[in-house]
Each structure stands twice: as C-alpha cells, then as structure tokens.
C-alpha cells in the first residue's frame, strides 16, 4: 500500500516537472507554430475533402490526434457540423480497413498472438461487451478503438452495427471537437 502511494506521488511530481518544463520552454507555441501551417493549408486548399482523407488513414493504425485535428480545422473556420460528419465518415472508413485485416486474418492469427488464458477471456469479453466497447471507445478520445476494430473483424463482430456505433460515436466526438475548436480558437492561435 505504502509503495503504491509512493509511485503515485513520484508520478505527480514528474508531471508537474514535465509540465513545468514544458511552459518554460513553450512548448505549446513551438507545436502550435508546427501545425498552424499545414493545419491552415490543408483548410485553404482540400477543405472537408482533404479533412475526410485525412480521417481515413487515423481511423487506421496510423498514430494520429483525430480529435485535434478536427479541433484544429474548425479553429480555422471549417464548418462545424460537414466538418464532424465528414471526418467521422473519413475515421469510420479508416476503422473498417482494420476490421476487415482481422476479418481476413481471422482468429488463428489472434490465437497466435495472444497466450491462450487470455484468449479467452479477450473472446468472453469481447462477447460479452464487444459493441458496447466500440460504443465507448468510439465517443471517448485516447482509446485503441483501431486495435478494437481488427478485434472485432477476426471475432466476426456484426460489421454494420459496428460501423454504425462507430459512426454515431466518433460523429458525436467530432460534433465535441469541432465545437470546442471553434470557441476556443483565440486560445489555439493567438
């Protein structure tokens, strides 16, 4: 018990060390300086279109801040509501690539990747709360919805509930961003 609260403790102070350091050195205005360009580029020139293939590849494996790069967009004046049923659009695509890999790939290659005590419970699990986890993970920022997503193509998971609760979730998500980016604008750029 004593130990655990040690680690605690040890995480906050690092925390407060990194932020700390990371307002010394504005970091902020060094990453915001990096995106407010091609962030304004990709608006000015593709709009929604370029925002929607931008999209696809998040909704894949590819390490991407969808919700901020919505956020972003509509910072710069995209609007709001094309914008989030677009990039849902664009993200639940991306999402479906995976989910049909592990359709393809199917359970043998889950099997091979995952000691089999926890296969199981990964399949009673998945069985259990499989679409309400997308639901979840698909209105939630930060979750490995794209890794759910070849879960649920190799577990044969309904591909158009998925796609569905996908869509209505990270529409939501987007809606959120989109709005947030919008007021706070001022915030992100000045």
Not at 86 to 115: C, T
Not at 144 to 168: M, N, Q, W
């Amino acid at each position: 018990m004593e130990k655990d609260r040690l680690k605690l403790v040890g995480l906050a102070v690092a925390l407060a060390v990194l932020i700390s350091v990371a307002l010394w050195l504005d970091l902020w205005g060094k990453v915001r300086d990096e995106i407010e360009g091609p962030t304004r580029y990709l608006i000015r020139e593709y709009g929604l279109v370029g925002t929607f293939l931008v999209m696809i590849l998040a909704g894949t494996a590819l390490p991407m801040a969808s919700p901020l790069i919505v956020a972003f967009c509509a910072s710069l004046g995209a609007p709001l509501l094309p914008l989030a049923l677009v990039a849902a659009l664009g993200y639940v695509l991306g999402l479906m690539v995976n989910y049909g890999l592990g359709y393809v790939l199917g359970l043998k290659f889950v099997r091979g990747k995952v000691p089999p005590e926890r296969f199981e419970r990964l399949s009673s699990w998945l069985s259990k709360w499989g679409l309400g986890l997308v639901a979840a993970f698909s209105f939630l920022p930060a979750t490995p919805l794209e890794t759910l997503s070849l879960l649920c193509g190799a577990f044969h998971v309904d591909a158009r509930k998925f796609a569905l609760i996908s869509y209505i979730g990270k529409a939501a998500q987007f809606c959120l961003f989109a709005f947030l980016g919008s007021e706070l604008a001022w915030l992100i750029w000045d």
